[in-house]
């Protein structure tokens, strides 16, 4: 079975530095996607980053990049230039190519002090 | 900026009653979903819906479950006969005609107390 571990339930960073958010997962598989969501307190999640296991080079999106080591099955996020805003709870999430069932981990809550 | 919303945002019930957790998706996406947060565990999916038909639900979605799209836009989630262990957030979400790997649109849940 598929699993992901997120092992920081909580961070803290101070504005403007940069963070880095750690993400395992388990599976056999060779073919899925990883995602990152962000949930601000009381709203919804939305999409951060994707990564596509096939591709060998980090997705990044402006200050948002992810370090993807494959062999390792870790996925982890970097936050650049932290902002007020990014203060949120953080997802790493995992599907299988062949799946509609995104597997999330626990949820890592960062703080963004100013 | 389109979204999913969901209705209630909080809903108390006793148990062993029916609740109706009702989605409206972004109107252009085909993909349907609901997942589910006990308090302080991990987001759980529960059910993908598609062309009107389920296409994949894990073993939380038993026979006390179901979905439906009744009228095009609204895409619902039917707990028959609620247990205390049902008590969660329960998320919609949607995604366009790439399926999950695309992106998913998430509604801000909505909140059951089972008593």
């Known amino acids: 079975a598929q699993t992901v571990t997120q092992s920081q339930p909580e961070m803290s960073v101070q504005e403007a530095e940069t963070v880095t958010l750690s993400c395992t997962y388990d599976?056999?598989?060779?073919?899925?996607?990883l995602f990152w969501y962000k949930q601000p307190p009381s709203r919804q999640m939305i999409l951060v980053i994707r990564q596509e296991a096939y591709k060998q080079q980090n997705a990044t999106e402006n200050r948002f990049s992810v370090n993807f080591q494959k062999a390792a099955k870790s996925f982890s996020l970097k936050i650049s230039d932290s902002q007020l805003g990014d203060t949120a709870m953080y997802f790493c999430a995992f599907v299988m190519d062949s799946s509609y069932k995104l597997i999330f981990g626990s949820g890592t809550r960062l703080l963004v002090r100013p | 900026e389109p979204e999913v919303t969901q209705t209630p945002s909080h809903q108390v019930t006793q148990m062993g009653q029916e609740v109706i957790l009702r989605c409206v998706p972004i109107s252009n996406h085909l993909y349907f979903y609901w997942y589910r947060q006990i308090l302080g565990q991990k987001v759980e999916f529960l059910v993908s819906?598609?062309?009107?038909?389920?296409?994949?639900k894990s073993e939380i979605f038993d026979d006390q479950f179901s979905v439906e799209r009744p009228d095009g836009s609204n895409f619902t989630l039917k707990i028959r006969s609620t247990k205390l262990e049902d008590s969660a957030m329960y998320f919609c979400?949607?995604?366009?005609?790439?399926?999950?790997?695309?992106?998913?649109?998430f509604g801000e849940g909505s909140r059951l107390t089972v008593l």
């Open positions: 599976t056999s598989e060779n073919n899925y996607y």
């Open positions: 819906f598609y062309n009107n038909e389920i296409s994949e």
């Open positions: 979400a949607s995604s366009e005609s790439s399926g999950v790997v695309g992106e998913l649109f």
